[in-house]
């Protein structure tokens, strides 16, 4: 079974802290994925990467940045997290091309006071 | 935004099968169309998916139209497990780029009643 693994389910952060998540799948995938989820805006991406070093922004890139060193590992870094910055992330990994499934992590709440 | 438009809630009886619609009458030639389900604090599980042809597996049937703008999934026999927010999503076919990605929208709350 493909496995995805996030560093924590749950975090707790102060306003301008830099916040670090980290995603690592089993799979040898080659497209992983971070989104956001909120109450009443389902799932938003944030940014995706196809290969290592290679990213692309999502739909709601603005206060947040990537890094994916090794394909297994795609980090989501909150440079100066804000209240708004509250919220449930998402980790997700496929096989290269998009027709493939993707495969989510167990996410982690993030909030930041 | 979303392309698919989906009921908000339903309830279906334990051991009945529960029909999901879902209508998206703007897909493409190259779109598929997926199912993903979220249980309660999981992230969101994938089902099935399909281009034009009816597609079966161990977790569900997808039927889509043949004017491909609707289709349903069906999960035979329900479960109180099987109670979850489950997501229709339409995907273009290629590779690399903003194309794979997934657009969630509100979905479907499908509760299983015992």
Redesign the interface.
């Known amino acids: 079974d493909v496995k995805?693994t996030q560093s924590s389910r749950y975090l707790v952060k102060r306003t301008g802290e830099k916040v670090f998540l980290e995603c690592v799948q089993d799979m040898d995938h080659e497209?992983m994925?971070w989104y956001r989820q909120d109450p009443?805006l389902?799932?938003r991406?944030i940014y995706?990467s196809?290969d290592v070093k290679m990213k692309?922004k999502?739909?709601i890139p603005e206060g947040y940045s990537v890094s994916r060193e090794k394909k297994e590992r795609f980090s989501l870094i909150l440079e100066s997290a804000s209240t708004n910055q509250t919220s449930m992330y998402?980790c997700?990994s496929?096989l290269?091309?998009?027709?493939y499934?993707?495969?989510?992590?167990?996410?982690t709440r993030l909030t930041v006071t | 935004d979303?392309k698919t438009t989906q009921p908000p809630s339903m309830d279906c009886a334990e051991g009945r099968a529960a029909n999901l619609p879902c209508n998206h009458s703007t897909i493409s030639g190259n779109e598929?169309v997926?199912w993903y389900r979220q249980i309660h604090?999981?992230?969101?599980?994938?089902i099935i998916?399909g281009l034009k042809n009816n597609e079966t597996n161990e977790m569900a049937s997808l039927i889509i139209t043949e004017d491909r703008k609707s289709s349903t999934l069906i999960l035979p026999h329900a479960t109180l497990r099987d109670t979850a927010v489950y997501y229709c999503i339409v995907?273009?076919?290629?590779?690399?780029?903003?194309?794979?990605?997934?657009?969630?929208?509100?979905?479907t709350k499908l509760s299983v009643k015992p």
């Open positions: 995805v497209n994925f009443g389902g799932l991406l995706f196809y692309e999502g739909d998402l997700a496929s290269g091309g998009t027709t499934e993707q495969y989510f992590g167990p996410g | 979303a598929y997926y604090s999981q992230g969101p599980q994938y998916h995907r273009v076919v290629g590779y690399g780029g903003s194309q794979g990605n997934l657009i969630f929208g509100k979905g």
